[in-house]
């Protein structure tokens, strides 16, 4: 079992930046890959951001392309989504989202490979 806590979400004007974090910890943090996903009201809960156990391979939502970058810092049991030109359809509840794995090379950008998942954090964009 692995436990996920989000931070990092604030009120931001449009053209700002944010970095999110989410630190894991009650298993190994290296056998999971990672996503980050992102809900506004009246919505699904989309992936915005994955990425693989190793680090290796990462993928974006086509709307976070080029602004949206995932890292991860395995000796810090955290990972990271930094957002920089946030848009007002940017403003939604971002969650942290971990799936274990034994491939090392994979990531997963659909809400049903995970099985944990933070609490999340508000992301506000204004205009």
């Known amino acids: 079992q692995v436990q996920l806590v989000e931070s990092g979400g604030d009120l931001v004007q449009a053209g700002g930046s944010l970095r999110l974090s989410c630190a894991a910890s009650?298993?190994?943090?290296?056998?999971?890959?990672m996503g980050w996903f992102r809900q506004a009201p009246g919505k699904e809960r989309d992936c915005v951001a994955a990425?693989?156990?190793?680090?290796?391979?990462?993928n974006y939502a086509d709307s976070v392309k080029g602004r949206f970058t995932i890292s991860m810092d395995n000796a810090k049991n955290t990972v990271y989504l930094q957002m920089n030109s946030l848009k007002p359809e940017d403003t939604a509840v971002y969650f942290c989202?971990?799936?274990?794995?034994?491939?090392?090379?994979?990531?997963?950008?659909?809400?049903?490979?995970?099985?944990?998942w933070g609490q999340g954090t508000q992301v506000t964009v204004s205009s």
């Open positions: 989202a971990a799936k274990r794995t034994a491939y090392s090379g994979s990531y997963y950008n659909t809400r049903y490979a995970y099985g944990f």
């Open positions: 009650g298993s190994t943090f290296s056998s999971y890959a």
């Open positions: 990425i693989s156990s190793s680090g290796s391979r990462t």
